[in-house]
Protein backbone atom coordinates (compact mmCIF):
# COMPACT_ATOMS: atom_id res chain seq x y z
CA UNK A 1 0.00 0.00 0.00
CA UNK A 2 2.82 2.13 0.88
CA UNK A 3 4.75 1.24 -2.32
CA UNK A 4 1.70 2.34 -4.55
CA UNK A 5 1.09 6.10 -2.94
CA UNK A 6 4.72 6.55 -3.11
CA UNK A 7 4.82 5.59 -6.99
CA UNK A 8 2.01 8.01 -7.19
CA UNK A 9 3.38 10.89 -6.15
CA UNK A 10 6.71 10.27 -7.65
CA UNK A 11 4.53 10.27 -10.52
CA UNK A 12 2.88 13.28 -9.84
CA UNK A 13 6.36 15.26 -8.99
CA UNK A 14 7.44 14.06 -12.51
CA UNK A 15 5.04 15.75 -14.58
CA UNK A 16 4.67 18.74 -12.64
CA UNK A 17 8.53 19.06 -13.43
CA UNK A 18 8.13 18.05 -16.95
CA UNK A 19 5.74 21.01 -17.30
CA UNK A 20 7.68 23.27 -15.19
CA UNK A 21 10.32 23.75 -17.59
CA UNK A 22 13.74 22.79 -18.91
CA UNK A 23 14.97 20.26 -15.96
CA UNK A 24 11.94 18.11 -15.55
CA UNK A 25 12.60 14.30 -14.86
CA UNK A 26 10.74 13.01 -18.04
CA UNK A 27 11.96 15.39 -20.86
CA UNK A 28 13.97 18.84 -20.93
CA UNK A 29 13.81 22.13 -22.78
CA UNK A 30 13.30 21.95 -26.48
CA UNK A 31 14.06 21.44 -29.27
CA UNK A 32 11.59 23.88 -30.49
CA UNK A 33 9.88 24.51 -34.03
CA UNK A 34 13.44 24.51 -35.30
CA UNK A 35 16.46 21.89 -34.02
CA UNK A 36 19.09 24.05 -34.01
CA UNK A 37 21.16 21.30 -35.19
CA UNK A 38 19.33 21.13 -38.37
CA UNK A 39 19.34 24.36 -38.58
CA UNK A 40 23.43 24.43 -38.18
CA UNK A 41 23.60 21.58 -41.05
CA UNK A 42 21.43 24.21 -43.49
CA UNK A 43 23.71 27.04 -42.32
CA UNK A 44 27.02 25.32 -42.65
CA UNK A 45 26.06 23.94 -46.56
CA UNK A 46 25.71 27.47 -47.27
CA UNK A 47 27.65 30.23 -48.56
CA UNK A 48 29.84 31.87 -45.44
CA UNK A 49 27.54 35.32 -44.37
CA UNK A 50 27.77 38.00 -41.47
CA UNK A 51 25.60 39.19 -38.61
CA UNK A 52 25.02 42.54 -41.19
CA UNK A 53 24.42 40.33 -44.07
CA UNK A 54 22.00 38.31 -42.61
CA UNK A 55 20.18 41.50 -40.73
CA UNK A 56 20.22 42.65 -44.52
CA UNK A 57 19.41 39.39 -46.56
CA UNK A 58 16.62 37.18 -47.54
CA UNK A 59 17.53 34.85 -44.96
CA UNK A 60 14.81 32.50 -43.51
CA UNK A 61 13.55 33.09 -39.86
CA UNK A 62 14.00 30.33 -37.65
CA UNK A 63 12.58 29.48 -34.00
CA UNK A 64 14.06 27.93 -31.52
CA UNK A 65 13.64 26.59 -27.70
CA UNK A 66 16.27 25.44 -25.59
CA UNK A 67 17.82 25.77 -22.25
CA UNK A 68 19.98 29.13 -21.39
CA UNK A 69 23.61 28.14 -20.83
CA UNK A 70 24.96 31.30 -20.25
CA UNK A 71 24.13 34.81 -20.66
CA UNK A 72 27.26 37.79 -20.99
CA UNK A 73 26.68 41.49 -21.96
CA UNK A 74 26.57 40.87 -25.45
CA UNK A 75 25.09 37.16 -26.00
CA UNK A 76 23.34 34.39 -24.60
CA UNK A 77 23.67 30.69 -25.32
CA UNK A 78 21.27 28.47 -25.59
CA UNK A 79 21.01 24.30 -26.03
CA UNK A 80 18.10 22.49 -27.39
CA UNK A 81 19.96 19.08 -27.15
CA UNK A 82 20.48 19.12 -30.72
CA UNK A 83 23.35 21.68 -30.89
CA UNK A 84 24.07 24.96 -29.17
CA UNK A 85 23.07 28.60 -30.80
CA UNK A 86 24.38 32.02 -29.76
CA UNK A 87 21.95 34.35 -29.37
CA UNK A 88 22.84 38.02 -31.32
CA UNK A 89 21.75 41.59 -31.50
CA UNK A 90 22.88 43.67 -34.60
CA UNK A 91 24.25 46.20 -32.30
CA UNK A 92 25.33 44.05 -29.15
CA UNK A 93 23.84 43.95 -25.59
CA UNK A 94 20.81 42.05 -23.73
CA UNK A 95 18.68 43.44 -21.22
CA UNK A 96 18.29 40.31 -19.17
CA UNK A 97 15.59 40.86 -16.32
CA UNK A 98 13.90 37.88 -13.84
CA UNK A 99 15.85 34.95 -16.33
CA UNK A 100 19.11 33.27 -15.52
CA UNK A 101 20.48 29.84 -16.22
CA UNK A 102 18.99 26.92 -16.59
CA UNK A 103 15.57 28.56 -18.05
CA UNK A 104 13.89 27.37 -20.76
CA UNK A 105 14.09 30.37 -23.74
CA UNK A 106 12.68 30.80 -26.94
CA UNK A 107 14.29 32.57 -29.83
CA UNK A 108 13.42 33.74 -33.32
CA UNK A 109 15.57 35.26 -36.14
CA UNK A 110 18.20 34.81 -38.82
CA UNK A 111 20.49 32.04 -38.72
CA UNK A 112 24.01 32.44 -40.21
CA UNK A 113 27.34 30.59 -39.24
CA UNK A 114 29.32 30.57 -36.16
CA UNK A 115 32.61 32.33 -35.70
CA UNK A 116 35.59 30.50 -36.38
CA UNK A 117 36.91 28.14 -33.38
CA UNK A 118 33.50 28.63 -31.31
CA UNK A 119 32.01 26.04 -29.39
CA UNK A 120 28.23 27.06 -30.80
CA UNK A 121 26.63 25.22 -33.47
CA UNK A 122 25.48 28.14 -34.79
CA UNK A 123 24.31 31.96 -34.23
CA UNK A 124 21.11 33.51 -34.41
CA UNK A 125 20.63 36.85 -35.61
CA UNK A 126 17.71 37.88 -32.74
CA UNK A 127 14.37 39.28 -33.51
CA UNK A 128 12.00 38.31 -30.77
CA UNK A 129 13.37 36.32 -27.65
CA UNK A 130 11.49 35.65 -24.57
CA UNK A 131 10.63 32.71 -22.10
CA UNK A 132 9.03 29.30 -23.42
CA UNK A 133 5.98 29.01 -22.23
CA UNK A 134 5.13 26.33 -19.68
Not at 117 to 124: F, H, Q, Y
Amino acid sequence: MKRRKTLKIMAAAGATASMAGCSGILGGCGPGEDEIGTVAEDVNNEEPSTAEEASTGDGDSVSITGEIQSIGDNEVIIDDGTGTAKLTTLFGGFETQNVGEGDCAEASGIPFAPEDGSDNDIRLLVEDVGLANE
